[in-house]
């Protein structure tokens, strides 16, 4: 009769405790309540109401509450302006100072209305600072911007800095949009909502009185820039106060969600819809939509750029940083835009091919005849997406990697193909580089060439010229430029990766309790090994103390199927209630070329 010999070594497992290091604690902070005006009252706690007032103290489980005229100007450390809006509700839900974080954590509740937010200075890694409403969360990452909550949609514009926007889903991962500086983003309670040139028309009241005195103070700022800032926010006086005498609701809902004007923060440009019967306020030019750029300069296109003019003319273009000018003609066209009231700023690949390598960036500066500037468009650059091994799933599957001994399976984090551009290799094959360095021989690893490649999904398939070794280590080289990001064309950069030939079992570690009873299966890699009973081989359970002999287990204690290049082993439960509490080791022959080797696995057993 033949067997397979099942090796179980009982590991004596023993527990030290020791008292561990005295931990720094999180402690509470308090803010402070800088401005009052109008009517605005604290719920301390959720509990007990008062009077806002200058000078008092605020902390978290607070709540603020603003009525239709009321303001409130709050500082949360000495570097967090938060200036509340009219008809507004605000909890200061988180306020902490971190054991290891200067700045602590802040987090806001906006349940309705709206605010401004300044940070005035750049937060740390370990800092956080979030702003939530019903539906969506803000991360902060830059440093002035606006979040509204009304009619179950949320706004931010950003004036300065990055907002980071998510929706507030605790069950589910969410993809966050970054709003960068002069766009804003309004968001419904599904999470539609796209990011769009930020326009002015819709921004409260309350702000735009506020980055008028910001812009006074901070001095440069060009008049006719000033005169249009102050057109707006009279116009929209006028709005509200109409609004209020006709019994209408406009002082409360503060955020404009119905405008679908499109404006640019540079221009300070209202939407041009009127409202109430007054005539709309003079309309610059503003901008449309920027496009991005390739990081490298060699993949760099033509970039457009579209505004709309309102009979304007572009007359210069600066690139902000160097302060340096790009000739029309050579640098830039400009061209009609698809709809007839649109204009496109082409700036050439030539020039974007000039710029330097790697640069994150670009900012121009926009002139036009009437007198009127744009002070700052800025270009981001595309993020590359090269094709990336998957080390995750490596690192939780290691028995995926090496399919059998003479295929190779690499799984990336994202679809591939083969790269059939300039500088892809030919053949194929020759971007591979592999070497198998054997037990006995480990000094002089051996070649081995890939007779063949193949995508299957995320995967990249190598079938080899020849077979490995079990206990050995296969390492292989792929050189940069064999495989693509079908999406967006980017290369994939230099692999190396190495990898013990030997079975794996799809779980390595596995805990059997008694009250819970039930065969355990394991699904191992045999690496194609044709695995069956063997003569050589018994079934025995081994006390590795040498405190009892060894005994034979009767073939009615576990089974071994095949299932291709897979072994099915099951482990019954009638031989497991048989153990004392305890950790095992459980170790499956596999048998290639008279090399030996185990699949191993960690049994804990429990009552």
């Known amino acids: 009769m033949k067997f397979i010999r099942i090796v179980l070594s009982l590991v004596l497992a023993v527990t030290l405790l020791s008292p561990g290091a005295a931990m720094a604690k999180d402690t509470k902070k308090m803010g402070k309540i800088l401005d009052v005006s109008g009517s605005a009252v604290v719920n301390k706690g959720g509990e007990k109401k008062f009077k806002a007032v200058k000078n008092m103290a605020v902390t978290e489980g607070d709540v603020l509450l603003t009525g239709e005229e009321g303001r409130v100007e709050l500082e949360l450390d000495s570097d967090k302006l938060v200036y509340i809006g009219p008809d507004t509700k605000l909890m200061i839900h988180e306020l902490v100072k971190s054991a290891k974080a200067m700045e602590g954590k802040t987090s806001l509740s906006l349940q309705k209305g709206s605010v401004l937010i300044k940070v005035k200075k750049k937060l740390t890694e370990d800092s956080r600072f979030e702003i939530k409403t019903p539906t969506t969360v803000m991360g902060v990452m830059g440093t002035e911007f606006i979040v509204g909550y009304a009619q179950a949609q949320t706004y931010v514009g950003v004036l300065e800095g990055r907002v980071a926007v998510r929706r507030a889903i605790l069950a589910e991962a969410t993809a966050e949009v970054t709003v960068r500086p002069g766009e804003q983003l309004r968001r419904t309670a599904d999470g539609t909502g796209a990011v769009e040139a930020l326009d002015w028309g819709d921004l409260p009241l309350f702000v735009l009185e506020q980055h008028y005195e910001d812009l006074k103070s901070a001095g440069g700022t060009l008049p006719e820039v000033l005169e249009l800032l102050q057109r707006t926010i009279e116009r929209k006086t006028e709005e509200e106060l109409s609004d209020r005498q006709g019994g209408g609701t406009a002082a409360t809902a503060?955020?404009?969600?119905?405008?679908?004007?499109?404006?640019?923060?540079?221009?300070?440009?209202?939407?041009?819809?009127?409202?109430?019967?007054?005539?709309?306020?003079?309309?610059?030019?503003?901008?449309?939509?920027?496009?991005?750029?390739?990081?490298?300069?060699?993949?760099?296109?033509?970039?457009?750029?579209?505004?709309?003019?309102?009979?304007?003319?572009?007359?210069?273009?600066?690139?902000?940083?160097?302060?340096?000018?790009?000739?029309?003609?050579?640098?830039?066209?400009?061209?009609?835009?698809?709809?007839?009231?649109?204009?496109?700023?082409?700036?050439?690949?030539?020039?974007?091919?000039?710029?330097?390598?790697?640069?994150?960036?670009?900012?121009?500066?926009?002139?036009?005849?009437?007198?009127?500037?744009?002070?700052?468009?800025?270009?981001?650059?595309?993020?590359?997406?090269?094709?990336?091994?998957?080390?995750?799933?490596?690192?939780?599957?290691?028995?995926?990697?090496?399919?059998?001994?003479?295929?190779?399976?690499?799984?990336?984090?994202?679809?591939?193909?083969?790269?059939?551009?300039?500088?892809?290799?030919?053949?194929?094959?020759?971007?591979?580089?592999?070497?198998?360095?054997?037990?006995?021989?480990?000094?002089?690893?051996?070649?081995?060439?890939?007779?063949?490649?193949?995508?299957?999904?995320?995967?990249?398939?190598?079938?080899?010229?020849?077979?490995?070794?079990?206990?050995?280590?296969?390492?292989?080289?792929?050189?940069?430029?064999?495989?693509?990001?079908?999406?967006?064309?980017?290369?994939?950069?230099?692999?190396?990766?190495?990898?013990?030939?030997?079975?794996?079992?799809?779980?390595?570690?596995?805990?059997?309790?008694?009250?819970?009873?039930?065969?355990?299966?394991?699904?191992?890699?045999?690496?194609?090994?044709?695995?069956?009973?063997?003569?050589?081989?018994?079934?025995?359970?081994?006390?590795?103390?040498?405190?009892?002999?060894?005994?034979?287990?009767?073939?009615?204690?576990?089974?071994?199927?095949?299932?291709?290049?897979?072994?099915?082993?099951?482990l019954r439960q009638a031989f497991l209630n048989t153990l004392d509490p305890g950790e095992y080791l459980l170790q499956i022959p596999f048998e290639y070329l008279d090399v030996l080797d185990h699949a191993v696995i960690k049994i804990t057993v429990e009552n």
């Open 254 to 570: 503060v955020i404009r969600f119905e405008d679908e004007g499109v404006g640019s923060p540079g221009s300070l440009t209202p939407s041009g819809n009127s409202s109430g019967g007054h005539d709309p306020a003079p309309t610059n030019p503003t901008v449309i939509s920027v496009p991005q750029f390739e990081q490298d300069p060699e993949r760099r296109i033509d970039v457009s750029i579209v505004l709309k003019l309102y009979g304007d003319r572009i007359t210069r273009v600066m690139r902000a940083d160097t302060e340096t000018d790009l000739v029309e003609g050579a640098d830039y066209v400009v061209a009609a835009g698809s709809n007839s009231d649109q204009t496109v700023l082409v700036i050439r690949a030539s020039y974007m091919q000039g710029i330097e390598d790697g640069i994150e960036s670009l900012g121009l500066k926009l002139f036009f005849a009437s007198g009127f500037h744009l002070p700052m468009i800025e270009l981001h650059a595309r993020l590359p997406q090269p094709p990336e091994v998957d080390m995750e799933r490596i690192g939780n599957e290691p028995y995926s990697l090496v399919w059998d001994l003479s295929t190779l399976s690499i799984p990336f984090t994202m679809p591939i193909e083969f790269n059939t551009g300039a500088g892809a290799p030919d053949p194929v094959e020759s971007a591979i580089t592999l070497t198998n360095a054997v037990a006995y021989d480990p000094d002089h690893p051996r070649p081995i060439d890939a007779s063949g490649l193949s995508i299957e999904g995320n995967r990249l398939i190598i079938k080899l010229d020849g077979f490995l070794e079990l206990k050995s280590e296969i390492t292989f080289y792929i050189q940069d430029g064999l495989l693509r990001n079908p999406n967006t064309g980017d290369l994939q950069q230099l692999i190396e990766l190495s990898s013990e030939v030997k079975p794996h079992a799809d779980r390595e570690q596995v805990t059997y309790i008694k009250s819970q009873p039930g065969d355990l299966v394991w699904l191992v890699n045999g690496l194609g090994d044709a695995f069956g009973p063997d003569d050589d081989y018994d079934t025995v359970l081994s006390d590795p103390m040498g405190a009892q002999p060894q005994i034979l287990m009767p073939l009615q204690d576990f089974s071994a199927e095949n299932e291709g290049s897979q072994l099915r082993f099951t």
